[in-house]
């Protein structure tokens, strides 16, 4: 069975500090993986997809970048804070067709 | 991003009836319809998917799908405690992306 691990699972950092958050999964090859925010009390936003190592779709222009530098490591970065950025970022994977499955997520506050 | 709009809630249901969620899209192209149940602080967790026209039961769960109304519902019948949180209503855009509601907060008094 597929799985994923995200981590740090909180992280207090601030604001201007730069941000590299880790998702990793097992169980699968070559899946496709995105990387969700969702601010304290809304929905969900998709901001990068990838479809596979070294491609990256990005879908809302702001500081925060992605790479995917092997086939199941999916990771989210950014320069400087804002806080803007605080909120939990959740990491998922396409499990089946057009099914996406989430991770535990990591839990950011940007101070 | 294609919308989908979801029941502003919060829904409140006693315990053991039937609680009703709603769930409209835009993209008359939308092939995949899905629900997520997110409990406060936790990651969201796939419940329910639904491609075909019609019914589709699991256990206590219910999705409805009307792709001529667009318009995907979810019914939790016996409905228990343990079902109060919060239910996202996702469908595709595409064959890579989900476009997801803001969601609906359900609470079930005991």
């Known amino acids: 069975s597929q799985t994923i691990h995200q981590w740090p699972a909180t992280l207090v950092q601030p604001v201007g500090s730069p941000l590299s958050l880790e998702c990793t999964v097992e169980?699968?090859?070559?899946?496709?993986l995105y990387w969700y925010r969702q601010a304290a009390g809304r929905g969900l936003q998709l901001l990068f997809y990838?479809?596979?190592?070294?491609?990256i779709s990005s879908e809302v222009p702001q500081n925060l970048s992605a790479s995917r530098p092997q086939d199941r490591q999916f990771i989210l970065s950014s320069k400087k804070l804002l806080l803007s950025d605080s909120g939990f970022y959740l990491c998922?994977?396409?499990?089946?067709?057009?099914?996406?499955?989430f991770g535990p997520g990591t839990r950011l506050t940007v101070t | 991003q294609k919308e989908v709009e979801q029941n502003s809630g919060p829904l409140s249901v006693p315990e053991g009836a039937i609680a009703s969620l709603n769930c409209t899209y835009s993209?008359?192209?939308?092939?995949?319809f899905f629900w997520y149940r997110q409990y406060s602080g936790k990651s969201p967790e796939l419940i329910m998917f639904?491609?075909?026209?019609g019914d589709k039961e699991d256990g206590r769960f219910t999705a409805q799908l009307n792709k001529a109304s667009q318009y995907v519902s979810l019914l939790i019948r016996d409905s228990q405690p343990s079902d109060s949180a919060t239910y996202l209503c996702?469908?595709?855009?595409?064959?890579?992306?989900?476009?997801f509601g803001a969601g609906t907060t359900v609470t079930v008094r005991a």
């Open positions: 998922a994977l396409a499990g089946g067709p057009r099914e996406q499955y």
């Open positions: 993209d008359r192209g939308s092939q995949s």
């Open positions: 639904i491609y075909s026209n």
């Open positions: 990838s479809v596979g190592i070294g491609q």
């Open positions: 169980g699968t090859s070559n899946p496709n």
């Open positions: 996702a469908v595709n855009e595409n064959d890579y992306k989900l476009s």
